[in-house]
């Protein structure tokens, strides 16, 4: 079944620096990846989605990057402030559907004053 | 809107104890759900996927079940908690191959 590594487990940034972390997966046939955010205590926040005809997608400060060639999925935060220190999660899901979806190990993002 | 509400917030229940959790959906008609367990820390595992009412498969055995009543209701039980099933609850919809979206989660400690 599909393999998701997600790195780095702990990512400490400057605030206005940027953070980047990136997830790497094993099955060909994924079709759909999404970054997730969770503040402590709380549910998932949906980042942002992207199908796998996109190679690159930005909002709002956030930049993802997908290879497939390479099999990988990166998250990239710009000017980081204190709001995102939270736990960030990258999923994928193959492409006949989302019955079965596959998360990373997470990367806690803290940033500091 | 569509709004997704999970019960109970948190839990504390004793090793050997039923466990009903529940997780309702307004504002979509016939969502993909399912239900994610996480534990302290860690990653979030998918334990039960839904598609429509009444069908329900398991992605892993955890000693639990689920089942969904109703097109916007899905439950996750057990007859008997074990130690192992502390941990975040959570739940999720989607509209097939679509963003899946979370609810806020139910905590449960087993003692």
């Known amino acids: 079944g599909e393999q998701v590594e997600q790195r780095p487990p702990h990512l400490s940034v400057r605030e206005g620096d940027s953070a980047f972390i990136i997830c790497t997966y094993t099955d060909s046939a994924t079709a759909y990846f999404y970054w997730y955010k969770q503040e402590p205590g709380a549910g998932l926040q949906l980042l942002m989605s992207v199908f796998s005809n996109v190679d690159r997608k930005e909002e709002q400060g956030l930049t993802v990057l997908l290879n497939k060639k390479d099999k990988r999925l990166s998250l990239n935060l710009t000017a980081a402030h204190p709001g995102d220190s939270a736990v960030y999660f990258c999923?994928?899901?193959?492409?006949?559907?989302?019955?079965?979806?596959?998360f990373g190990a997470g990367t806690k993002l803290t940033i500091k004053p | 809107a569509q709004t997704i509400h999970q019960w109970p917030v948190a839990e504390i229940k004793a090793v050997g104890s039923p466990l009903s959790l529940g997780c309702t959906i307004k504002?979509?008609?016939?969502?993909?759900l399912y239900w994610y367990w996480q534990a302290t820390g860690g990653t979030l595992q998918q334990l039960f996927y839904s598609i429509t009412v009444g069908q329900v498969e398991s992605v892993v055995q955890l000693n639990l079940s689920a089942s969904r009543p109703k097109d916007d209701q899905f439950i996750l039980s057990t007859e008997k908690l074990l130690l192992s099933h502390s941990g975040f609850y959570l739940c999720?919809?989607?509209?097939?191959?679509?963003?899946?979206?979370f609810g806020k989660g139910t905590r449960l400690t087993v003692v």
């Open positions: 999923a994928v899901s193959p492409n006949y559907g989302n019955e079965k979806i596959t």
């Open positions: 999720a919809w989607s509209l097939g191959r679509a963003e899946v979206f």
């Open positions: 504002g979509k008609s016939s969502p993909n």
